[in-house]
Each structure stands twice: as C-alpha cells, then as structure tokens.
C-alpha cells in the first residue's frame, strides 16, 4: 500500500491517511459565528476521505480578522456551532483542526470578491461593514496604499498572546483535536518573524532570536491550555522570496525553537509577507514549496506538512513515501473536487470497490461498476 494511504500519528491524535484539507478561509461568517455553510464546507471534505480537515484562519481577537466575514473564536458563544462541525467531522473517520490566526497589519481588509483592499467608507455604504485599526510589530503598512498599523505595545503583546491560549481553551471545547497556528503569509505571528515588517528594538525585533520570541511565546501560551496529547502544528513561510527578508535558514531555526516549545509538525507554506505582486524569486510550478518541507524536516528534525500545488496523486504519493514530508495539505484542488482522497486511492490501489467511501454512496457506485463492466459499457 502506498504510504499516502497509511496511517500516521502526531501525540496520541491517528490521522487515517495522509491527506490534509487546508485551511481556506469562505469569508461567510457573520460577527466571528460559525453557521450552517462551515458545516457542510467542511463536512463534505470529511465525507470526502480526507484524514485531517483544517477549518479555516479563525481569529482569536475581533480586531484579529483579516476582513468582516472571518470565522473568530474570542468569545465562548462562537463553541456551540463548531461543537456540531466538529462533531460532524470525527463522526465520519477525520480529525477535525483549527487554524488561529490574528492579521496584524492586514487587518480590515475587503473580501477577495471585493477586491482585497482595505476596508473604507465605501464599504461602510455599500455593507455597513466599518474599518478598524490594525496593529503590527512596527508602524509599516502592508503594502503601498495601505493604513498604517499601530505599533504594538509591550501590553498588547502580552494581551494578544494570552488571547492565542483562551483560543485554545474554547478550540478544546469545540471538540478540536488540533490547532495550527496561522504563522505565514503575512499574518501577525509572520510580521514578527520577518525582517520586512519587523523592526522592532525591544526584546521582539532586532535580531533572529528576538523576532521568533513572539511565536515561541504563543506556542506556549496555547500548550498551556492544550492537552499533552493532541497535537500543536505551525503554518510557516519557509522563504520571503524577497532580499533581505526570511530565508528558509532562518525557518529551520524557527521550527527548532518551535519544537522545543511543544510544537509537532511544520505546515509548510512561503511568501505573503508584503504587497499582492508575485516577488521574482517565487516561480511557481507543481510542488514547488515541497523542497522547503523536506529541508525544515531533515535539518530541524520536526514532522513536516507539504502544500501548494499539489493535485496529481502519484506526486503526493511519491513525495511521502520518499520522505519529503510526513503529510500534504491540498486547498483549490480539493475545492473542484472534495471527493479527490477517495479518488486518489482508487487510482492508487489503495482502495477496491469504493470499500473507502461512506457505505451510503459506497454501496451504489460498487453496484453501478459491476453492472457497467457485465454490460461492457465501461
Ligand atoms: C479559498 C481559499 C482560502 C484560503 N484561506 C486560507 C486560510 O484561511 N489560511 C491559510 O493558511 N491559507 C489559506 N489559503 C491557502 C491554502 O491553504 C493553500 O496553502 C494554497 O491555496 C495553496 O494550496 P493549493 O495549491 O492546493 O490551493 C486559502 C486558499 C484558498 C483557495
């Protein structure tokens, strides 16, 4: 059996397979509240043969959404509706996950559809959605055109990173088995990492060491309300794609101090960290940010996830079993098609019969197949 299709285990939390659903943001919440489409966003992806279903970058403070339409955790009213997803989730053999995430200097941001620009007053007439201030390791905006953020003070470090743990208590009585820390694409937890919006002279900025406290601090913060055993994983951007800002040198290091901190596994993503124009260095192909989650694996010693382009079974097959990475998470390609785990190991040879799929569809496509190949119609 391929090894896409084994079972694996981070703490005492078995995935199925291998296959992870990306977080993927729907922008469909109303106040940070979780609602029926979460439900069966994420629910079909379960039906679907995934092993670890991600929801989607969920803010752990109001002001910690990128745009009006996230998901939030910061308030105990917002479990109730993630206990019936999460519950939906584990019911059908997956490991239900959360993703926290606080923007930092993305904050109040319109909608992809609405253009991914900041929020004004047109957005207040248009959708009586209103801007807010948005805070950042340093007052450097996110890209040309963009409000400038508040530089964080020494107490609004110490209030967010106490929000990332009560985040963890409510994901604990959500029914979570998991929690990634939204660490890449330009997000708070990334701003301090990074050189580019990092520039800081305190004890968090000024050199490497300094810039990765904060997420070291917010590892800690959520393992002090998250149990021994269930697993803690970090979406990092291995690479800025941009001089002078991080180099996947750096990430290994952040992922050894990481592990230290009780973390499990690196979800490895890159880029993000300043504008919407690609950075030169970043040439996108199939696969291409895997080499990152092999080299964080072999020189940090740490479990690994591999993402972005990735659609073709055999090359996610290949890639585990060749020891790049111990799991791949799939976003768009999951999206056209949720049932692709299911697919995947029939083509594989993981699967006969569609005995994998839920016996409610399971049964009739098994029947179907025996029919069609006594007809000679397929
Ligand atoms: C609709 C959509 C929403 C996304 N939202 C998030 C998110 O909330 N958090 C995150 O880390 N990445 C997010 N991403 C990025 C994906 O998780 C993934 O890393 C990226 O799409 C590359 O994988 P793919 O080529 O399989 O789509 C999103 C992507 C899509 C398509």
């Not at 088995?177 to 330009?186: L, Q, T």
């Not at 000024?206 to 803690?232: C, M, Q």
């Not at 794609?241 to 952040?254: A, I, M, Q, S």
């Not at 098609?337 to 049964?363: F, V």
Request: glycine letters at 8%.
């Amino acid at each position: 059996m391929t090894k896409l299709f084994t079972p694996y285990t981070l703490r005492e939390i078995t995935f199925k397979n291998r296959i992870a659903v990306s977080p993927m943001s729907q922008y469909r919440a109303k106040d940070g509240y979780a609602n029926d489409w979460h439900l069966v966003h994420l629910g079909r992806f379960a039906l679907g043969g995934a092993a670890l279903v991600y929801a989607e970058a969920t803010a752990i403070e109001a002001d910690a959404r990128r745009t009006h339409g996230d998901l939030g955790i910061w308030e105990d009213g917002q479990i109730e509706k993630l206990k019936q997803i999460t519950s939906f989730i584990a019911q059908e053999g997956a490991v239900p996950a959360i993703q926290l995430s606080h923007a930092g200097r993305k904050a109040s941001e319109r909608r992809p559809w609405h253009g991914e620009t900041p929020v004004d007053d047109e957005d207040v007439a248009e959708r009586g959605e209103a801007p807010w201030q948005a805070i950042g390791p340093s007052a450097i905006p996110y890209a040309d055109g963009w409000p400038t953020p508040l530089e964080m003070s020494e107490e609004d470090i110490q209030r967010v990173i106490a929000s990332f743990g009560q985040a963890a208590r409510r994901s604990l009585e959500a029914g979570f088995k998991m929690i990634e820390v939204y660490a890449a694409h330009g997000f708070l937890v990334h701003q301090f990492l990074s050189p580019i919006a990092n520039k800081r002279t305190d004890g968090w900025g000024g050199n490497a060491e300094n810039r990765r406290r904060f997420a070291v601090e917010v590892a800690k913060s959520i393992r002090a309300h998250w149990p021994d055993t269930y697993p803690l994983a970090f979406r990092l951007s291995a690479t800025d794609w941009l001089d002078g800002g991080v180099e996947v040198e750096d990430t290994v290091e952040t992922a050894k101090a990481l592990k230290a901190a009780g973390v499990d596994i690196i979800d490895c993503s890159t880029g993000g960290i300043g504008g919407k124009d690609r950075p030169r260095r970043m040439v996108i192909e199939q696969g291409f940010q895997v080499p990152f989650a092999e080299q964080i694996r072999k020189d940090a010693d740490l479990p690994t996830m591999a993402v972005g382009f990735l659609w073709d079974a055999k090359a996610c097959a290949d890639l585990i079993s060749n020891g790049q990475a111990d799991m791949v998470a799939l976003a768009r390609e999951l999206l056209d098609d949720p049932n692709w785990p299911l697919h995947a190991a029939a083509e594989l040879e993981a699967d006969e019969n569609h005995a994998a799929w839920p016996i409610e569809s399971g049964w009739w496509l098994m029947k179907r197949d025996r029919l069609l190949k006594k007809l000679g119609l397929r």
